[in-house]
């Protein structure tokens, strides 16, 4: 993951994380150009949605609705 500093625009590096929930962490930065600016700050790391949901959650959405299928439809699915 590349990191800029919010105030040279150069490269900043993490040097620390801490976990705020399952999902949202705070990672503590620091720029890089250490002779012009020295910037330390905090960024928070958030998970938003899914692009593609993990395979594991697709096909157990796909059983849970095979099983509100009648009998007779969900054989024919398993028949195909």
């Given amino acids: 993951m ?3 500093c919010p105030n040279c ?4 590096s993490i040097s ?5 929930s399952t999902h949202v ?3 503590y930065i620091s720029c890089t150009d250490v002779k012009n600016c020295g910037a330390t700050f ?3 790391l958030a998970f938003k ?3 593609n949901p993990p395979r594991k959650t697709t096909a157990q959405l796909a059983a849970s609705l095979i ?3 009648p009998r007779h439809e969900q ?3 398993l028949a195909i």
Avoid: C, F, P
Wanted: hydrophobic share 35%; net charge positive.
């Fill in 75 to 77: 054989l024919e699915l």
């Fill in 2 to 4: 590349r990191v800029t």
């Fill in 49 to 51: 949605h899914y692009l």
């Fill in 16 to 20: 620390s994380r801490e976990n705020q």
């Fill in 67 to 69: 099983k509100t299928l």
């Fill in 42 to 44: 905090v960024s928070t």
């Fill in 9 to 12: 625009g150069s490269k900043a």
């Fill in 25 to 27: 962490a705070d990672l």
